[in-house]
């Protein structure tokens, strides 16, 4: 088997290496090719070294190369792995601090950060899914590519591609349901509904019985996801609505306190999370240098991707065994959310075999169901706007962003940022 990564040269890179050889009893990987761009050679080449480290201490027969020829990278996978991020953090950081000065959180998947990476990012994604249906034409693509509801959205529209799109948060959230319940994790069947970084969980079960109201009813003072510094009413927002939340919905019930630490940490010593980013991941790769580490530091749960590799490789590993078991992925609604149309991406349970992902049926919160219907509106204007070049269309997603409420904020953020980002968007600019 062949597993090529798309965006090797990413500091998650090694946590992806850790979970394909813990799967070395399910997953014959022969090959795994990490696919990056000149300026990212350096990092990709780091990668690469110690990825065969890690390999050659597991004792398997697993070869790591990398190139910069993504259709060579590419021919035959068997699986792709799409981790890139378009300008790279000088273009978050810039997503980040442009929308601050507008009063509005910039926030690299949910707010207008988000979208200008999807602006950048999906007429790439695009280029890559075309150079697959040529090279590896039954190749599974998982995208782990953020905002990866967008993304995989435009993706399955737009292409032959078998793609799933994948998160890490449901998983860390399971994990902090047990935590609440005192229970393993392992015995605790959770149940999603809703969009990407816009879930809930509406249901945990166990030994039969559903549990949701005795977890959110228990106070969890860690956030979910180290890169989102928890807000301590969203537990009580949770009791509320029944439910617990993705971590990444306190930008909208907590906004307020949300955009003031946001500007806090634009102007202060940690400076906004790209500039913090910027020096984990400068501390991360001296540590991948080095010849002796020959396993993932610990010092790479700081980044956010922690489980990422669990999340990845457990959905490789059911689609080639097919296992039919449940997880938590990205795919077309088909009814599921019959408020939604059935071509649009959710995120919600699935059962997962050598065919893919097929949604399992669940029921919505009405507490929750607003929110998502305007987010999965403005999700839908930004894939048109980022294929179209049209700037009425990205006008108006950003009027659909629940965190913008002024029509000339919105046109201020996407000016400054289409500016910003021109070198990135040529279609706005034709």
């Given at each position: 088997m062949k597993i090529a990564v798309i965006g090797g040269g990413s500091s998650y890179t090694p946590e992806l290496m850790e979970g394909?050889?813990?799967?070395?009893?399910?997953?014959?990987v022969t090959e795994v090719v990490l696919i990056d761009i000149p300026e990212g050679e350096e990092k990709v080449s780091i990668n690469t070294a110690f990825a065969k480290r890690m390999v050659e201490k597991a004792?398997?027969?697993?070869?790591?190369?990398?190139?910069?020829?993504?259709?060579?990278?590419?021919?035959?996978?068997?699986?792709?792995?799409?981790?890139?991020?378009?300008?790279?953090?000088?273009?978050?950081?810039?997503?980040?601090?442009?929308?601050?000065?507008y009063d509005v959180i910039g926030q690299e998947t949910t707010g207008p950060g988000g979208f200008f990476k999807a602006l950048r990012t999906i007429p790439v994604m695009l280029s890559i899914c075309h150079d697959m249906e040529e090279v590896c034409k039954d190749a599974w693509l998982i995208n782990f590519t953020n905002p990866s509801g967008i993304i995989t959205e435009a993706?399955?529209?737009?292409?032959?591609?078998?793609?799933?799109?994948?998160?890490?948060?449901?998983?860390?959230m399971r994990y902090d349901a047990a935590e609440r319940l005192s229970v393993s994790p392992d015995e605790l069947d959770c149940r999603f509904i809703g969009l990407n970084h816009l879930s809930v969980m509406n249901h945990a079960y166990y030994q039969g019985k559903d549990r949701i109201l005795d977890a959110v009813s228990v106070e969890n003072t860690e956030s979910v996801v180290k890169n989102i510094q928890k807000d301590a009413e969203m537990d009580a927002v949770a009791k509320e609505l029944g439910c617990l939340l993705s971590p990444y919905m306190q930008y909208f019930y907590t906004e307020k306190e949300a955009l003031q630490h946001e500007k806090m940490e634009a102007i202060g010593l940690t400076g906004t999370r790209a500039a913090?980013?910027?020096?984990?991941?400068?501390?991360?790769?001296?540590?991948?240098?080095?010849?002796?580490?020959?396993?993932?530091?610990?010092?790479?749960?700081?980044?956010?991707?922690?489980?990422?590799?669990?999340?990845?490789?457990?959905?490789?590993?059911?689609?080639?065994?097919?296992?039919?078991?449940v997880q938590v992925v990205d795919v077309f609604n088909n009814g599921i959310i019959p408020q939604l149309p059935d071509d649009v991406v959710i995120e919600v349970n699935c059962r997962i075999g050598r065919n893919g992902a097929a949604p399992l049926a669940s029921d919505v919160p009405a507490s929750v169901l607003g929110l998502i219907?305007?987010?999965?509106?403005?999700?839908?204007?930004?894939?048109?706007a980022a294929i179209t070049g049209d700037r009425n269309k990205a006008l108006i997603a950003l009027l659909n962003n629940p965190l913008i409420h002024d029509v000339r904020d919105a046109k201020g953020i996407l000016n400054e940022l289409l500016e910003a980002h021109r070198a990135y968007l040529p279609a706005f600019f034709q």
């Open positions: 394909i050889i813990n799967h070395k009893d399910s997953l014959p004792g398997l027969p697993i070869s790591v190369r990398y190139t910069l020829d993504r259709r060579e990278g590419l021919k035959d996978a068997s699986f792709v792995i799409a981790q890139i991020r378009v300008g790279g953090l000088d273009a978050r950081e810039k997503d980040e601090r442009i929308p601050l000065k993706i399955l529209k737009n292409t032959k591609v078998k793609c799933i799109g994948l998160c890490n948060v449901s998983i860390n913090q980013v910027k020096e984990v991941e400068k501390n991360l790769f001296e540590c991948y240098k080095d010849i002796n580490l020959r396993e993932k530091p610990a010092a790479l749960a700081k980044r956010g991707g922690a489980r990422y590799s669990m999340a990845a490789i457990c959905l490789i590993d059911s689609i080639y065994n097919d296992t039919n078991d219907g305007q987010v999965k509106a403005y999700e839908e204007y930004t894939i048109e």
